[in-house]
Structure formats: structure tokens, C-alpha cells
């Protein structure tokens, strides 16, 4: 799922991207309240695709980054770290409050509708975001591309070259730019990382909720709770 954002938001713009991925994922617990009843595969397949939730994260980076770069705002830039470790501390934050949620509504209104609570504040984000402003850079690089598939190649390059893009690289864009010259590294690394770290992410995931509760008969409730001071 990841790997196909990536142009799909390259071809239809980082607020589009949010939008889907966001709706995606609030569509996805939708049917995840119901997909118990259609057996194990369809349940799998559903909770798979619920990773455009994930996803969102990545096309959320690419926005604010671009965003703030167009800004050109001194101050803005000395604070970057801090606005970025602000957007990023809501999975924390995000994962205690859904634990402390889940905690209180299961007994309610069961796992199902615990999953339709869920998406609804997914849906209330993917409305919001339609009225993002798209960022600069890429309404550049549409400009460009636009201009190539019209046969306006002096144009396309007078673009690239007045807004300091490299033509080459726009010419050679896609995932496979990412594996190439001064990014091929960056990639690596950062994959690496991102990897290793969803490694221990997942497994506490498992050993905090189902192994404790078969294993060790720990309840759902005092499971969850687990789950909670891990996040503080």
C-alpha cells in the first residue's frame, strides 16, 4: 500500500493524497465492523488495505515539508523540528487515546462498534483536508508536466529553470529516482530505519494485547491499559 501511494500522489497532489489516505483508513474500520461475518480472508484483506492509515503519515512529511520550504519563513525554520515532533505526536497520543476509548466503549457497543467509532474522525480529517491549498512545488511540477505532454518543451524547461528545479530529475522522476545518485543512501537508511522500528512496533503490538490475554489470561480491559503507559 505504501509503496503505491507514492505515485499516486505524485499524479494527484499531497492533499489528495491525504485525503484518500485518510478516507481509506476510515472506510477500512467501516468494514472491518462488518467483515468478521465474511470470514477470515475477507477480514485479512481489509485490515491490509487499512494501511493507507499508515501511509498518511508519509504523505503528511511530504506536505508540511513542501509547505513550509514555499514559506521561506525564517522563523518558521528555526522551529521545524518542533512543529514536525508536534504533527508526529499524535500516533503516540493518537494510539492512548484509541486504547483508552476502545477501553470504554467495548463493553457498550462491542469490537464492532468500537471500529465504526473509529472512522469517525477519519472522515471528519478527510472533509477538512479537501480544503488544504496544494502545495507550490507541486503545482510547479504539474505545470511542467503539463507543458511536456502538450509539446511545449522550451516552456516546460523555462519553468524548471525559473523555479531552480533540476530538469533531469524531474524528466526521470518516479520511484526509481529514489534508488539513484544522492538519494539512493538517504533511502536505505531511512527504510532501514522505518523498518526496524515498525519490527518492534508490531510485536509489542501482539505481546500487548494477544499473548497477554491467551497466554498469560490477562484481561482485554487491563490489555489495553498496557497499551496506554506504553504510549506516555
Not at 518558521?76 to 518542533?82: A, H, S
Not at 479537501?130 to 505545470?143: A, G, H
Not at 490475554?213 to 506516555?232: A, C, E, R, Y
Amino acid at each position: 500500500i505504501a509503496l503505491a501511494i507514492g505515485p499516486l500522489v505524485d499524479r494527484l497532489g499531497r492533499r489528495m493524497g491525504i485525503v484518500i489516505t485518510v478516507g481509506g483508513a476510515a472506510l477500512c474500520s467501516l468494514l472491518t465492523a462488518v467483515g468478521g461475518a465474511w470470514g477470515k480472508g475477507a477480514l485479512t484483506a481489509i485490515r491490509s488495505v487499512a494501511g493507507l492509515g499508515y501511509a498518511e503519515q508519509t504523505v503528511n512529511a511530504t506536505y508540511l515539508s513542501e509547505l513550509y520550504t514555499a514559506l521561506d519563513d525564517p522563523k518558521l525554520n528555526k522551529r521545524k523540528g518542533f512543529v514536525y515532533s508536534l504533527v508526529q505526536g499524535g500516533w503516540p497520543v493518537g494510539a492512548l487515546v484509541a486504547s483508552a476509548l476502545t477501553a470504554i466503549l467495548m463493553p457498550i457497543i462491542g469490537w464492532q462498534g468500537s471500529f465504526i467509532f473509529a472512522a469517525l474522525p477519519s472522515l471528519v480529517i478527510a472533509v477538512l483536508a479537501l480544503k488544504l491549498k496544494e502545495t507550490p512545488q507541486f503545482q510547479v511540477q504539474k505545470k511542467i508536466q503539463h507543458l511536456r505532454e502538450q509539446g511545449q518543451v522550451a516552456e516546460a524547461r523555462q519553468v524548471a529553470q525559473d523555479y531552480q528545479i533540476s530538469w533531469e530529475e524531474h524528466h526521470r522522476g518516479g520511484i526509481a529516482a529514489a534508488f539513484r545518485g544522492t538519494s539512493l543512501r538517504a533511502t536505505l537508511v531511512l527504510g532501514a530505519a522505518v523498518l526496524i522500528n515498525w519490527f518492534a512496533i508490531q510485536i509489542f503490538s501482539v505481546l500487548g494485547t494477544t499473548v497477554i490475554t491467551k497466554t498469560h489470561d490477562v484481561s482485554f480491559n487491563n490489555s489495553l491499559l498496557i497499551l496506554i503507559l506504553s504510549n506516555l
